[in-house]
């Protein structure tokens, strides 16, 4: 167990969520507030006096820096809104409609962009309290509050040997990810998170409540999968399908840099592998690391599979390069525990681009990476990593067969989401990492796109802040989203005033 425990560290290490070298503290200006921010959290402290946190309090801090996992997103609301209820929660938005007041919404906190879940001198609605989850008596289902974490719904799901499709890691919040799509370790099997959610409660721009379902308010069912937060209300509850899984075979293995292109060579195969009805629900979670201090790369796998199989055969092709490996057999609650990821560490910055799954070229991109990596290695705290992330044919199947599908819109083919995540210290490099990591991926992309290997697929969960996800989904989608925003929230409460993140634009 201490193996595994050291080993898991490592590895985590190697994944972005390392401490930067110098210590970081985050300042936190008050702005004062427009009138409209003024009304509005007036009339929230005479409504819900016990809910509101304003600056200054003991609670202030707690709620607009500590609640975030990437120092940027630290921002001054005017104040902080903590309901306990659906009610609540529509009595919030008639006020701010009223008021014209701006506002954000937070879940997990987990967002890297700032301002899609905090706000500098407007409302935040936080929605720690909505922490309820209930598994049902059959317990093919869950129903969770957007306060909660993925770790508590596996743990809530643990006892009856069942999992549900949401973080690979544990401390990323239910809401934000669910509503953005859904990266599991079981996609390959089960589809996104996105595709597994049977309803939502929906408090709407105006306050009313709906519940969306495949058969009442299909079309806001249909935007709520992919679509993105921030768009056409607050969920208040999710009610989730659930898997058996009673026992997960996990390996964790240890790359050097000369088995990098192998590694990346095993993790285009794997995007591939598609077994059609006899598939092993199985994923990972794959790193390549720069070590600034040794000026070195080394990647890792986090790999989950289904069953207590021992080695895990979904990750052959990891085994045979790598220089250290692990295997177990746990749950999932489990591995899951082990991968934390604490709030404010660093400032950190996404970025994305999408190919078809092509070893050679997933290659170059990481060579051009690891060349790039070296003219910002100067930067304080730097931090830098490059994630691909797998799309399966049969992970997209799933939305193209369930009759309902989802606002990506995937084709069944192999895809390999590349992503530069990097963290720094200061704000004073803020500028510099965000240009770079932009012009790169960017320049990178121009080239597959020439080769035309290159997808336009954006995932909002991958994505730097300039980024367009919507640009990349289907044309006919995006109208069909902004028809369902238009009939739910017709006076633009969403468009106008909740604005950071990704919006669909007006
Ligand atoms: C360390 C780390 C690991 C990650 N791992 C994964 C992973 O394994 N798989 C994956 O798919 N993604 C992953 N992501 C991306 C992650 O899914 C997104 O950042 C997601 O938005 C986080 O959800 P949250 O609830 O913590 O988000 P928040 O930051 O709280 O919210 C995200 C957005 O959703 C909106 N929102 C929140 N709650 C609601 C609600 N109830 N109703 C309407 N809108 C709402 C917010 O306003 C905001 O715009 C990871 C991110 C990080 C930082």
Redesign the pocket.
């Known amino acids: 167990m201490k193996y595994l425990a050291q080993l898991v560290g490592t590895a985590i290490a190697i994944?972005?969520?390392a401490t930067p070298s110098t210590a970081v503290t985050s300042q936190v200006e008050y702005v004062t507030p427009p009138k409209e921010v003024s009304c509005a959290c007036r009339k929230l402290a005479l409504a819900s006096p016990r809910r509101i946190v304003l600056p200054g309090s003991n609670n202030y801090t707690t709620q607009a820096t500590d609640s975030?996992?990437?120092i940027r997103?630290a921002l001054s609301p005017a104040c902080v809104f903590l309901p306990n209820s659906a009610d609540e929660i529509s009595t919030a938005m008639r006020i701010i409609g009223s008021c014209d007041a701006p506002f954000?919404?937070?879940?997990?906190?987990?967002?890297?962009?700032p301002g899609?879940?905090n706000i500098d001198g407007g409302v935040l609605l936080a929605?720690d309290n909505?922490n309820q989850i209930t598994v049902t008596n059959s317990s093919n289902t869950v129903a969770v509050g957007?306060g909660q974490?993925?770790y508590d719904v596996y743990s809530a799901l643990d006892p009856y040997g069942r999992v549900a499709v949401?973080?690979?890691?544990k401390?990323?919040?239910?809401?934000?990810?669910?509503?953005?799509?859904?990266?599991?370790y079981f996609n390959n099997k089960y589809g996104?998170?996105m595709d597994n959610v049977i309803s939502y409660d929906?408090v709407l721009g105006n306050g009313t409540q709906v519940t969306a379902t495949r058969s009442s308010h299909g079309e806001l069912f249909w935007a709520l999968k992919g679509g993105?937060?921030?768009?056409?209300?607050?969920?208040?509850r999710f009610v989730l399908r659930t898997f058996e899984a009673p026992r997960v075979t996990t390996t964790i293995q240890v790359f050097n840099e000369s088995a990098v292109p192998g590694f990346l060579s095993a993790v285009v195969e794997a995007a591939k592998l598609d077994d059609g009805e006899d598939t092993i629900a199985a994923g990972m979670?794959a790193t390549v690391t720069y070590n600034t201090t040794t000026k070195s790369v080394s990647a890792s796998l986090l790999g989950v599979q289904e069953g207590a199989s021992m080695p895990p055969s979904q990750f052959a092709n990891f085994s045979s390069i790598s220089t250290v490996a692990r295997n177990n057999v746990t749950t999932l609650k489990e591995f899951a525990a082990t991968l934390d990821?604490p709030m404010q560490m660093f400032r950190?910055v996404?970025v994305h681009k999408t190919i078809k799954a092509d070893a050679e070229a997933l290659i170059s991109i990481y060579e051009a990476w690891r060349e790039a990596v070296e003219q910002i290695s100067d930067v304080e705290g730097l931090s830098p990593t490059f994630v691909p992330?797998v799309i399966s044919p049969a992970a997209a199947r799933v939305a193209k067969s369930n009759g309902i599908g989802n606002v990506w819109g995937l084709e069944e083919e192999p895809l390999i989401i590349w992503q530069f995540s990097t963290g720094w210290a200061h704000a004073r490099d803020d500028l510099r990492v965000e240009s770079w990591s932009r012009l790169l991926s960017e320049r990178l992309h121009a080239i597959n796109q020439e080769k035309g290997i290159a997808s336009e697929f954006i995932?909002?969960?991958?994505a730097g802040e300039w980024q367009d996800p919507f640009a990349g989904f289907p044309e006919e989608n995006v109208a069909r989203l902004k028809t369902v925003q238009r009939s739910y929230d017709p006076s633009g409460v969403f468009t106008r005033l909740?604005w950071?993140?990704?919006t669909l634009s007006v």
């Open positions: 994944l972005t969520y975030y996992w990437d997103a954000a919404v937070r879940g997990g906190g987990h967002m890297n962009i899609s879940n929605l909505f957007p974490t993925w949401g973080g690979r890691l401390t990323i919040g239910v809401p934000g990810l669910t509503l953005i799509g859904g990266f599991h996104f998170a929906v993105g937060g921030n768009n056409f209300g607050i969920v208040t979670v990821t950190i996404f992330n995932y909002m969960g991958d909740n950071g993140g990704f």
